[in-house]
């Protein structure tokens, strides 16, 4: 009998540390394909960079290639929802970005439960919209914005890379406080948008400073004001909304996702990778020009942002009566 017991206690030993050893095996070897990271915006906005740079350091962490995989639509749903069903293995991400935390205020009947579908990876970085007009705009102030809105409301544009975006709610935040009128134009990514601002199908946009920079370097936009409170280091001689509407203030920010479920030892690799490509100076050099503060810590400090974003917008929505167009 106690032979027995012993043989079998031995066999479900080995059994388990054979369990062990395969598993660990497996985590150890992850990643063993390319990951792909969606971005659910078209490509040439600030998502899609801040993405295109933090993948490629990732993949040099991690030693495969990231993919980015555009798939804009629906003020980022399509593309969120698309990894909120992909398996949780650590091979799908999203780059979300300020439209997480605020469609499920602008769209209750979401695809996806925007607070349980997702696991925290990393907080990018946070960062301003920048309020631009194309350079042979006449207006040269939020002074001459208001007052042309005042004069004619509902006559001037503004657009942005998606109902729900950092640039949509900066532009109703706008409207509501300055007491005008402005038509916002969505379109499926914040490139499309400014080919279409620069061609002057739109006066303005409330765009994130990832994207414009380039345009504001190369003289074909105009930046009028930062949306954050006060003015930002990469564009010290622009002054902030606020000094011309008081209390207005909208950050845009971008973080990193995978499915709910994803492994936990996952996850930590994956926060490492990111973690290490967000602090190399490639990318403090592609990012910080155009504002952005990086923060790349724990996914704890996603999660708690996030959190406290959604509840911030979800007051403002409802105070305001916003409605996704």
Same mark, same amino acid.
């Given at each position: 009998?106690?032979?027995?017991?012993? !043989?079998?206690? %031995?066999?479900?030993?080995t059994f388990?540390a054979? *369990? +062990?050893? %395969?598993?660990? /095996?497996?985590?150890?070897?992850?990643?063993?394909?390319?990951?792909?990271l969606?971005? @659910?915006?078209?490509?040439?906005?600030? /998502?899609?960079?801040? +993405?295109?740079?933090?993948?490629?350091?990732?993949?040099?962490?991690?030693?495969?290639?990231?993919?980015?995989?555009n798939?804009?639509?629906?003020?980022? &749903?399509?593309?969120?929802?698309?990894?909120?069903?992909s398996?949780?293995?650590?091979?799908t991400?999203?780059?979300?970005?300020?439209?997480?935390?605020?469609?499920? !205020?602008l769209?209750?009947?979401?695809?996806?439960?925007?607070?349980?579908?997702?696991?925290?990876?990393?907080?990018?970085?946070?960062?301003?919209?920048?309020? &631009?007009?194309?350079?042979?705009?006449?207006?040269?102030?939020v002074?001459?914005?208001? %007052?042309?809105? #005042?004069?004619?409301?509902?006559?001037?544009?503004?657009?942005?890379?998606?109902?729900?975006?950092?640039?949509h709610?900066?532009?109703?935040?706008?409207?509501?406080l300055? #007491?005008?009128?402005?038509?916002?134009? @969505?379109?499926?990514?914040?490139?499309?948008?400014?080919n279409?601002?620069?061609?002057?199908?739109?006066d303005?946009m409330?765009?994130?400073?990832?994207?414009?920079?380039?345009?504001?370097?190369?003289?074909k936009?105009?930046?009028l004001?930062? /949306?954050?409170?006060?003015r930002?280091?990469?564009?010290?001689?622009?002054?902030? &909304?606020?000094?011309? *509407?008081?209390?207005?203030? *909208?950050?845009s920010?971008?973080?990193?996702?995978?499915?709910?479920?994803?492994?936990?030892? &996952?996850i930590?690799?994956?926060? +490492?990778? %990111?973690?290490?490509?967000?602090?190399?100076?490639?990318f403090?050099?592609?990012?910080?020009?155009?504002?952005? *503060?990086?923060s790349?810590?724990?996914?704890?400090?996603?999660?708690?942002y996030?959190?406290?974003?959604?509840?911030?917008?979800? #007051?403002?929505? #409802?105070?305001?009566?916003l409605?996704?167009?």
């Amino acid at each position: 009998m106690q032979i027995a017991l012993r !043989s079998h206690l %031995a066999k479900l030993g080995t059994f388990v540390a054979t *369990v +062990a050893l %395969a598993t660990g /095996t497996a985590l150890a070897a992850f990643p063993e394909k390319p990951i792909r990271l969606v971005v @659910p915006f078209a490509p040439g906005g600030g /998502t899609d960079m801040i +993405a295109r740079t933090l993948g490629q350091g990732m993949g040099k962490e991690l030693g495969q290639t990231i993919v980015v995989d555009n798939r804009p639509g629906a003020g980022t &749903v399509i593309g969120t929802d698309a990894v909120a069903k992909s398996p949780a293995d650590g091979y799908t991400l999203v780059m979300a970005s300020f439209a997480h935390a605020v469609n499920p !205020s602008l769209m209750p009947k979401l695809p996806y439960a925007w607070d349980k579908a997702f696991a925290p990876v990393m907080l990018v970085g946070r960062g301003p919209n920048v309020l &631009v007009v194309r350079a042979e705009s006449p207006y040269k102030s939020v002074k001459d914005i208001v %007052a042309a809105a #005042k004069a004619s409301q509902g006559k001037l544009t503004f657009a942005s890379q998606g109902n729900g975006t950092s640039a949509h709610l900066a532009g109703e935040m706008f409207n509501h406080l300055a #007491k005008v009128q402005t038509l916002h134009v @969505p379109y499926r990514g914040a490139g499309p948008a400014l080919n279409d601002l620069l061609a002057g199908q739109v006066d303005m946009m409330f765009g994130t400073a990832a994207a414009v920079a380039n345009l504001l370097e190369s003289g074909k936009l105009r930046a009028l004001a930062v /949306t954050t409170p006060e003015r930002s280091p990469a564009l010290k001689n622009v002054p902030p &909304v606020a000094e011309t *509407v008081p209390g207005y203030v *909208v950050e845009s920010w971008y973080g990193l996702y995978a499915p709910a479920g994803t492994p936990a030892d &996952v996850i930590t690799k994956l926060n +490492a990778a %990111a973690r290490k490509a967000a602090r190399t100076e490639e990318f403090a050099k592609k990012v910080e020009q155009e504002g952005l *503060v990086i923060s790349a810590g724990a996914p704890a400090e996603l999660e708690a942002y996030v959190r406290t974003e959604e509840a911030r917008w979800r #007051k403002v929505v #409802k105070d305001n009566n916003l409605k996704a167009d």
